[in-house]
């Protein structure tokens, strides 16, 4: 009787990395049932993620090869079987089946005007003839409600589901609607990303052409928590033409584009001011028309201007679109519109 080692055969096959996975098959804990008889011969059952399934034959070469390394082993047999589900990468659920299209607005710096454009835009896409809702994800600081001047509680239908508010033709919900106005907001990490993934699956939708989604500022969970629960299909920055913004708003693209979200565009908010005595732009804060786009290397969907009255509407709950649907402004988010809506090809 011959003295086979099953430890060595173990770290023999630690140094077996399974092709496309980029894992050794006793990390992915691949080796499912390991026998060795009185002569040294080793029968071996082993499982293999999804990504590995085209490259069987070198797999089994490699183990077979590892397993003959180790002292007095003589035969090697090996059965592989392929589990369906690929190694490493995040289960993906969709928790809004029925919105063709949803977008992710987010900026890297606060106060930029990420829920000032969203909400305008969505007003802007539903005038255009699209179904559109907006969701206010912003759970530190939400002011979709206010901007759109909505002061009660949803309700809740005979399903348990929460109905959005329908406002200037817009489907509205906001977490800012499940909190009293001066509530702390004291949840965080898991709990939040809970209460989160809670929230997209109790909203009652409908079908849905597009949902905006306002997020917060930065790069944190609640992005990532989005980008696995929904099925997102582009993201918007919104920057304003300073050096500053633009940096940050790089780090917000860059974040997109490694959750595998194309990056439409974007859009430049308190681009300029147009004098209301001579009608010229003013660039106030980058002196001259800013090359935000080249800067980013991404398409600009929009300039919105520097209006006082974007601000007054916000406040009192009168999205500029609405309240001065003839404006330079309002054209300029229609504009807008149109071009996101040509790009999403819905
Ligand atoms: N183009 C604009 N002209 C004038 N005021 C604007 C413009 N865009 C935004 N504002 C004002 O700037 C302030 C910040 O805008 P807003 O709340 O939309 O920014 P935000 O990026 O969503 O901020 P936060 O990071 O806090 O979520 C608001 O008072 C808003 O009314
Ligand atoms: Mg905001």
């Known amino acids: 009787m011959v003295k086979v080692s099953r430890i060595d055969i173990y770290e023999k096959l630690d140094k077996v990395i399974i092709p496309g996975a980029n894992v050794s098959l006793v990390k992915y804990k691949g080796i499912r049932g390991l026998e060795i008889d009185e002569d040294g011969n080793v029968d071996i059952k082993v499982e293999v993620p999804k990504q590995a399934e085209n490259n069987l034959k070198e797999l089994e070469e490699s183990v077979v090869k590892a397993i003959k390394s180790v002292e007095n082993v003589k035969e090697v047999k090996v059965n592989i079987s392929v589990n369906e589900k690929p190694y490493g990468t995040v289960e993906f659920k969709n928790l809004i089946p029925n919105v063709k299209f949803p977008i992710l607005i987010g900026s890297g710096k606060g106060g930029v005007g990420k829920s000032t454009v969203s909400s305008n835009l969505a007003i802007a896409m539903a005038k255009l003839g699209h179904k559109v809702g907006l ?23 005979e399903k348990e589901k929460l109905v959005p ?18 509530t702390p907001v004291i949840w965080r990490g898991p709990l939040l990303m809970k209460a989160l993934t809670q929230f997209l699956e109790d909203v009652e939708w409908g079908e849905l052409d597009y949902l905006l ?8 969970d609640i992005q990532l928590s989005l980008a696995q629960n929904v099925k997102v299909k582009g993201a918007i920055a919104v920057t304003t033409p300073q050096d500053v913004a633009l940096l940050d708003v790089k780090k917000a693209v860059t974040m ?20 209301h005595n ?8 980058s002196g001259n028309e800013m090359d935000t786009g080249d800067k980013l290397g991404l398409p600009v969907l929009g300039r919105i201007p520097i209006d006082s009255a974007i601000r007054e509407g916000g406040d009192k709950g009168l999205p500029i679109v609405v309240g001065y649907p003839e404006s330079p402004v309002t054209k300029e988010f229609l504009e807008t519109a149109k071009i996101i809506a040509e790009k999403s090809g819905l």
Do not use: Q, R
């Not at 939400?142 to 509680?153: D, L, Q, R, V």
């Not at 508010?165 to 001066?182: A, P, Q, R």
């Not at 997109?256 to 004098?275: A, D, H, Q, R, T």
């Not at 001579?278 to 804060?285: D, L, M, P, R």
């Open 135 to 157: 969701l206010d994800a912003d759970f530190y600081g939400p002011s979709i409600a206010m901007m759109f001047g909505i002061k009660e509680e949803p309700v809740v239908n």
């Open 165 to 182: 508010f329908e406002k200037f033709g817009v489907k509205v919900m906001s977490l800012g609607f499940l909190l009293e106005e001066d």
């Open 213 to 220: 989604i306002d997020l917060p500022p930065g790069t944190g």
């Open 256 to 275: 997109f584009e490694k959750l595998n979200i194309p990056v439409m565009g974007v859009i430049e908010n308190m681009s300029y001011f147009i004098c």
């Open 278 to 285: 001579c009608g010229t732009k003013h660039f106030i804060f």
